[in-house]
C-alpha cells in the first residue's frame, strides 16, 4: 500500500555540509524507524525553506549508497511571514504494509515544534 511519511529539521547554517546532513539523518531516521527498505521506496520530496540556498537536500542523499536509483525532486517552500528559518521537510512515497496511525513521521531539532502531536 502507498503511504506518505512526513519528517522535518532544522539546520545552524546555509552551508552545502549542514544542509546534506540533515537531509541525510532525516531520511535515514524515517526509513530506519518504519522498516521501509529503498527497494519499497517511490520517490522522496524535499522542500526547503528560502534561506537555504547553498545546496539541494537531494545532492546530500545521492552521497548515501542506494539512493542512486530512488527518485528525488527538490522544490522551494512558500514563504510564510513568521514561518519555521532553515529548515528542510520531506516526503517519503513508499509502499508499505502498515496502517496510517502505525506510521513513524520524524522531527528533529527545532522542527519538533511543527508537529508536537507527531514527536515522541
Not at 15 to 40: M, R, Y
Not at 68 to 91: H, W, Y
Request: charged residues 20%.
Amino acid at each position: 500500500m502507498l503511504r506518505g511519511i512526513r519528517g522535518a529539521a532544522t539546520v545552524k547554517n546555509n552551508s552545502k555540509d549542514d544542509i546534506w546532513k540533515a537531509a541525510q539523518l532525516l531520511v535515514t531516521k524515517i526509513l530506519s524507524a518504519n522498516e521501509i527498505s529503498l527497494d519499497n521506496v517511490g520517490a522522496i520530496i524535499f522542500t526547503s525553506t528560502n534561506d537555504l540556498t547553498a545546496a539541494f537536500p537531494t545532492a546530500g542523499l545521492r552521497q548515501l549508497p542506494g539512493f542512486n536509483f530512488v527518485p528525488l525532486f527538490d522544490a522551494q517552500e512558500t514563504f510564510v511571514e513568521g514561518s519555521m528559518p532553515l529548515c528542510i521537510r520531506v516526503l517519503i512515497l513508499a509502499d508499505i504494509n502498515k496502517n496510517s496511525s502505525e506510521i513513524h513521521h520524524v522531527y528533529l531539532d527545532d522542527a519538533r515544534k511543527l508537529r508536537p502531536d507527531l514527536c515522541k
